[in-house]
DNA sequence: TTCGTATTTATACACTTGCATAATTACGAA
DNA sequence: TTCGTAATTATGCAAGTGTATAAATACGAA
């Protein structure tokens, strides 16, 4: 008759939501948005489902975090990682590029949380607000990248000219790293940053191939 | 007391399955495949949910076979778009690019379709067949426009490197889709297709927004 | 050690979901 | 016109959904 109660453990509330958000972001990439119920949720984080409620008031509520704490993650990674390269603004535009069409960047789990989001993303407003922030931050900086790499290599160009090169090279890398994660298959390893080197490269007219020395 | 039983009207069975398939393709653009529930697909078509059981085994048949539909069309709506112009094999080229990345080709709805069914696609052998097919029809015909234009130019390319072109034109091309139909005011109206056509040109090394004379 | 309380589990409820089946009705064939 | 039957509606059901609330327990403070 006894039904030993299921044994438990104090965490602290930043371990717990961090699990739930991380049980929840696998599931969402699997299954969607409404795929990732309460119940699944919870016991992937290995806890019952009562517990999401103790820490989010709403499923809703648990999603929306979810879906900042991807969206930062990401963009934080690709930063972190290109950050590291040393050298010419050239090269610094290039590992940019290659950075983002690599793993762990580019990678299918990251496109599929794209497309499980994207439906609440057009209709949420505070999801569609981090999606546009993370956005911009991403194109922004890449706009500095092609102007340092145009100064660099003795070119001058107008605002309006830098700002139409920008989008062009963000909407390349961005469309190529949703064909890879959608289609792993389908490029060969190392096709892709390649791919996306040599898009850049011919679109702000610099060859973003040859590396610069290095020791 | 006469609780008055609907009318109906009898249509075709092609009539049916066609307005039930619209119906569920508008449903999973707003709301995600699980969203789009057996009971709203009925009230959108303006019949009641048991008709649906007549028509479709199961909900899984109905969605299969929307999917299958705005592939078919999807791919038939782009090539027929492109195949209208005239002019050089260059030109042609250009044209498909353009007509990829403009309304009604690309467009936010189908990108939703796109991003709501890639759970699906991956999980579902049949599903992935039918995305597997379209992909390869695009871009065979792609490669063909390349050497083409390429042979008209006077160049040659060696197999492998016109694959490596068509891939890299591809993913493009499918990679701006995608950012257009997501961020749709990310760009000034014409803005994306010229992008796709300067990259494309770049890409392969010619210059593809120039036209050639039209009477 | 005892005790208080925030954390966690357990249970329940109202509602939605896909699917099944019986009851009606439109419409072509005779 | 009548009549048969396929098309359509109406109703029901078991399983799954998010949320609410009460009961239990781990663990730091005293």
Chains 1, 2 share one sequence.
């Not at 890879?180 to 490269?201: C, K, M, W």
């Amino acid at each position: 008759m006894n039904d030993a109660r299921r044994k438990f453990k104090r965490e602290t509330a930043d371990q717990r939501k961090e699990a739930l958000i991380q049980a929840t972001l696998s599931l969402v990439a699997e299954k969607g948005v409404r795929g990732a119920t309460v119940r699944a949720i919870a016991e992937r984080a290995d806890v019952t489902q009562g517990l999401i409620r103790h820490y989010f008031s709403t499923k809703e509520e648990l999603v929306t975090a979810a879906y900042e704490t991807h969206m930062t993650e990401m963009t934080d990674l690709t930063f972190t990682i290109a950050a590291k390269v040393q050298g010419t603004a050239r090269d610094h535009l290039a590992a940019l590029v290659r950075t983002s069409l690599e793993p762990p960047v580019a990678d299918p789990r990251a496109v599929a949380l794209w497309a499980s989001f994207l439906n609440k993303v057009q209709q949420d407003a505070q999801m569609k607000a981090t999606h546009e922030r993370t956005y911009a931050d991403f194109r922004d900086r890449l706009q500095d990248l092609i102007r340092a790499a145009l100064d660099e290599a003795g070119q001058s160009v107008s605002d309006t000219r830098l700002h139409h090169l920008a989008t062009a090279c963000n909407g390349v890398i961005d469309g190529l790293w949703l064909e890879g994660g959608a289609l792993p298959d389908a490029f060969a390893p190392g096709e892709l940053p390649g791919i996306g080197v040599e898009s850049v490269g011919a679109i702000i007219g610099l060859d973003l191939e040859q590396r610069a020395n290095q020791p």
